[in-house]
């Protein structure tokens, strides 16, 4: 039986971690941009044909949250035609396709953690083109499974704890918003759930199917997680920066945020048996092989 997976986005955090954390479980394939654009789905047709892959894991995605809002073409192309590409090739060869989405295809209104199947209502034009990349999964491919995130962090590529670092070693002083809460995710996390998930996808053709929530267990505030990062630094004796706590209308963006991004798990706990492990245990990780 075949062991190749195809992951897309394998320059960016997740697929980043995937290829990481494969650890010789599967032969992956993670085609950089140039070897695969998903701009272009005569490509994307081409590269599922060209060998018998066990299973798809698209972990690339226009991810600029402020620039979609004038670059709405660009991340529609990448977050929800290549989704429905993709799916549609799978499907056509059988193969089980994993597909990771987003918190932000949630207003954030919600006093609870969202449920899979909570009503979705993106605030901008990123979150609308996931929500339509989901929709474009599920009708292309039966056998998806759709993992939605959020807050991903991880030692490489853009995200929130390099920012932090960087800005701490600058400044004196940050100001964090403090009113947005959310689930702080590592990358590493994501790809060994996505690798439990493939693994069993292919093992078993009655395996469990459809949408998901994964995040790392807990909750913070961006302000709260600033707090834990340089918490980390001060203990490995580094210097740090005063940082205050500042409302979401104090830090205007082109793209609005949920106010609540946390994600409940317990779906995919019960039918895959994938425990989130606490992310305050998993930013020191992060934070200790940034500052290694
Ligand atoms: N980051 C977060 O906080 C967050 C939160 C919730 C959900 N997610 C979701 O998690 C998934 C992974 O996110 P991430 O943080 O790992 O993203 P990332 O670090 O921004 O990486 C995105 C990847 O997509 C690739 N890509 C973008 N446009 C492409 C194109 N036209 N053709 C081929 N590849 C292209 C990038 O390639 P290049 O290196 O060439 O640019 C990169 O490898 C995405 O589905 C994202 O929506 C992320």
Not at 134 to 152: C, D, F, S
Request: negative net charge; aromatic residues 6%; charged residues 20%.
């Amino acid at each position: 039986m075949s062991r190749a997976i195809l992951v897309t986005g394998g320059t960016g955090q997740v697929g980043t971690a995937i290829v990481r954390e494969n650890g010789g479980r599967f032969d992956v394939v993670a085609p950089t941009r140039a070897e695969l654009d998903l701009g272009d789905v005569g490509a994307i047709e081409a590269m599922i044909a060209g060998r018998d892959w066990a299973a798809v894991i698209n972990c690339a995605a226009y991810t600029a949250v402020d620039r979609a809002e004038s670059e709405g073409d660009v991340a529609f192309a990448v977050n929800a035609e290549a989704p429905g590409a993709l799916a549609r090739a799978t499907a056509a060869r059988g193969i089980p396709l994993l597909h990771v989405s987003t918190d932000y295809v949630f207003d954030g209104s919600k006093a609870e953690p969202y449920r899979e199947d909570d009503p979705v209502h993106p605030l901008g034009v990123y979150g609308a083109s996931k929500e339509a990349g989901e929709q474009a999964a599920r009708a292309g491919n039966p056998r998806h499974i759709i993992l939605r995130t959020a807050w991903v962090v991880s030692p490489w590529g853009a995200n929130f704890v390099k920012t932090m670092l960087r800005l701490g070693a600058e400044r004196s002083e940050l100001r964090v918003v403090a009113d947005q809460i959310g689930c702080p995710t590592g990358a590493t996390d994501i790809a060994r759930a996505l690798l439990t998930m493939a693994e069993r996808l292919i093992a078993d053709p009655d395996a469990p199917v459809g949408t998901y929530h994964f995040v790392n267990a807990g909750e913070a505030s961006w302000h709260g997680l600033a707090e834990a990062i340089f918490g980390h630094v001060a203990a490995g004796g580094g210097a740090v920066p005063v940082v205050l706590p500042i409302p979401t209308s104090e830090y205007p963006t082109p793209a609005k945020r949920p106010m609540n991004s946390r994600l409940a798990t317990d779906k995919i706990a019960r039918d895959y048996g994938i425990a989130a492990r606490d992310w305050r245990v998993m930013i020191e990780e992060v934070v200790g092989e940034l500052r290694a």
